[in-house]
Structures are given as C-alpha cells and as structure tokens.
C-alpha cells in the first residue's frame, strides 16, 4: 500500500492478522484483525491463538460466546489488543454462522443486502496532490471523497478543500478529517472558517474520546461534526452520544467489537436518529450497514484487496454487498 499521510502520523504499513475459525462440522468462518503497527501483530495473534481453549466445545452462538469473553476479560478491560482479539473472533463466529445456514450476513440476521454510497480517501498530501487523488475518485465514480486536513495554519486546510471541490465538481460530497490534531478551542476557530465550504462534515478535530471537547465544538459551528471510529464497543458510543459529542457517527467493526457491538452501537445510534457510516473493512461494513436503519456512507479503502478473493465490488460509485463472507486467495 502507499503510505496513508494524517495530521497525526502516516500509515505505512498493513498489518493484518487472518482468522480461521474451523465449527466441528468443518464449516470455516474468517476474519480480518488490522493492528496499525507491525508492533502489535504477534501480540495480537498471540491472544486470539490463547482463546481457543474457551471456544472448543461451545455452541456456535457468537452472541453467547461474546458475552462469556466479556466477562471473562472484565477486569483486565476489553479495550486495545483485548478488544481487537475479541472482535476477530465475533466477526469470524458470525461468518462461520451464515455459512453454516448457506445464507450472508445480512440474511441471517433478518436484512436484505442494500446498495451504500461509498466515499474514496485522500490523504495529508497538500493542495495539488489531494486534489488529483481526490479527481481520480470522482472519475471512477464515487460519490464522496474524504481528505486528511489539519496543516500547521488554517489557510492551508481552506486551499485543499477548495483545490479538490474545483477538481471533483459540485455533484461530489467533500469530507475532511483532523485525526484528532486540535485542542477544542483551535478547533473551534478553525471550523468556524469551514462552516460555508459546503463539507458534508469533520471528522474528528480533537481527541476521540473528549466527548465534552467535541460537545462544545459541536454547539459552536454549523458543519457537522463525524466521530466514532476511535470510540471501543457500545458503551463509548452511550457515553458520546449522552455529551452531545457528534452529529453522526462512524463506527469500526473492530473497535466497536466485531458485529455483536455493531449491532448494540446501531441500534443506540438508530434510537437517537444519528446516521452512521463505517471506517475500513469495506466487506464487512457494508453488510452491516445494510442492517443499519440509519445507514449514511461506507469509507472504502483497498488495502487489503490483494489478500480477497472477492473485494467489495463498487458500481456508480455505490458499495454492493456480496452474498458470500470473505474469503481468502
């Protein structure tokens, strides 16, 4: 993959942990782990190789199994390679699942597959170089584009986003995130110079989990504010959603804690009205989306199409679930 430039670091590397979870009827269900850093990939593998002793002889009932492994890691916390761990073993019981009843995902929990508009990404690459990415997106058809923003001074954020809304047209939806780079008070005055850029939204201007800082930002400027992706399992997104921390909200289907925590996060978020859109695993995410009653847009991103055997198919610039759960080369 070619480095993934944010006003926090860049992302240069994939790191990817596979999960092949085998039923005693030799059903295969799989899962994908991303751990940011090459730091954290034996750790992580290591953990979901140490669960196996938990599985062997249970139903396969990911919501049950969630519940026992919750409990189980209650005092050490379910949050970092904890939470990752665990949610590649819910994401990979819940395929092994559909494909033992023949059906998707989105089947077997009572949905239909439903075409999400997808957005492309763009990173912290400057006013020419974001916008040609952004332009290229736009040819292929999707209907967003999301940029990396927050440079060292505000007139620099204003000349990429005017750079790729003169490349991308004004049919294109432009969205922009700070990964987390500004106090609330910095945010606030850069967001107020934002508010009539015509951005679908921002995404995280200061830290994932200061919902009182995002509160403010939010009750102080006009664009919405997107926040989510950070936030480990239902209970954040309770939390964030209590503070008035976001206008919509973006969930991971690692972080959140595989499907099961998708589903619980979903249905808070459908309750209060708050769109969601997903953060990577574009396979998986839009089925799940599918199931969202709120659903809003699906980040695609390719970084992990050469290991698929099927990568999520995207016509006029909408993200079509496939049937079938992920499967390997």
């Known amino acids: 993959m070619q480095p993934h430039r944010t006003a926090s670091g860049a992302v240069t590397e994939s790191p990817l942990v596979l999960t092949d979870l085998v039923t005693d009827d030799g059903i295969i269900g799989h899962s994908i782990v991303f751990t940011y850093t090459a730091d954290a990939l ?49 994401m990979a019981l819940w395929d092994a699942l559909a494909r033992t009843h023949g059906v998707s995902l989105v089947r077997l929990l009572g949905g239909i597959e439903k075409p999400i508009p997808a957005y492309g990404a763009v990173g912290y690459d400057g006013a020419a170089a974001s916008a040609h990415a952004a332009e290229d997106w736009a040819k292929r058809g999707f209907k967003g584009v999301k940029a990396k923003i927050g440079y060292p001074e505000l007139k620099e954020d204003l000349e990429v986003i005017r750079a790729i809304r003169s490349a991308v047209g004004p049919g294109v939806a432009i969205m922009v995130d700070y990964n987390q780079s500004l106090t609330p008070v910095a945010a606030i005055e850069r967001l107020r110079a934002l508010d009539h850029e015509g951005l679908t939204w921002v995404e995280e201007p200061t830290l994932a989990h200061d919902y009182e800082g995002h509160a403010s930002i939010a009750r102080e400027v006009k664009v919405p504010i997107q926040c989510g992706e950070n936030w480990w399992g239902a209970l954040d997104v309770r939390h964030a959603i ?36 997903s953060h990577l695993w574009p396979e998986l995410s839009a089925q799940l989306l599918s199931l969202t009653g709120t659903a809003h847009w699906l980040e695609y991103a390719d970084w992990w199409n050469s290991i698929l055997a099927e990568p999520l198919p995207i016509e006029n610039g909408m993200a079509i679930p496939q049937p079938a759960g992920i499967n390997w080369k």
């Open 242 to 277: 209590s503070a008035q921390a976001s206008d919509y909200i973006m969930l991971d289907a690692m972080k959140i804690g595989g499907v099961t925590g998708w589903l619980r996060a979903a249905a808070l978020a459908e309750v209060h009205g708050i769109p969601v859109s």
């Open 42 to 90: 034996e750790p992580t593998a290591s953990f979901i190789r140490n669960l196996e002793p938990l599985l062997k002889g249970e139903p396969l009932a990911p919501a049950e199994i969630e519940h026992k492994l919750a409990r189980r890691f209650r005092l050490l916390g379910t949050q970092g390679l904890v939470g990752m761990a665990l949610a590649g073993i819910d």
